[in-house]
Nanobody, 119 residues
Framework: VQLVESGGGSVQAGGALRLSCVAS???????MGWFRQVPGKEREGVAL???????WYTDSVKDRFTISQDNGKNTVTLQMNGLRPEDSGMHFC????????????????WGQGTQVTVS
């Protein structure tokens, strides 16, 4: 599976960005997610979505971010509203073959990342 992210950029606090990830390839997956990483820190989960459509969010983004998917287009989207400086970082799209998990080692496929900067 190849994952390609788009939609990152620089915004002021309170602004919004929409990240998209397109998956291609032959492998099926049960979960897709968005993870964030800042220099010197471990990659952490932001939002996950199961193939059935059930979402999960890390506490800091609840009520601000929305993850959605279009299974027909193999696309997952993260709508980020009310952005804060602490939301900044490289955002990675990921796909897991079996389960949704906040543990990064359980994710097999990763995109190259897209930078989000909030000032």
């Amino acid at each position: 599976v190849q994952l390609v992210e788009s939609g990152g950029g620089s915004v002021q606090a309170g602004g919004a960005l929409r990240l998209s990830c397109v998956a291609s390839g032959s492998s099926s997956h049960k979960c897709m997610g968005w993870f964030r990483q800042v220099p010197g820190k471990e990659r952490e989960g932001v939002a996950l979505i199961h193939v059935t459509g059930r979402p999960w969010y890390t506490d800091s983004v609840k009520d601000r971010f929305t993850i959605s998917q279009d299974n027909g287009k193999n696309t997952v989207t993260l709508q980020m509203n009310g952005l804060r400086p602490e939301d900044s970082g490289m955002h990675f799209c990921a796909a897991a073959e079996l389960v949704c998990s906040w543990t990064t080692k359980n994710w097999r496929y990763w995109g190259q990342g897209t930078q989000v900067t909030v000032s």
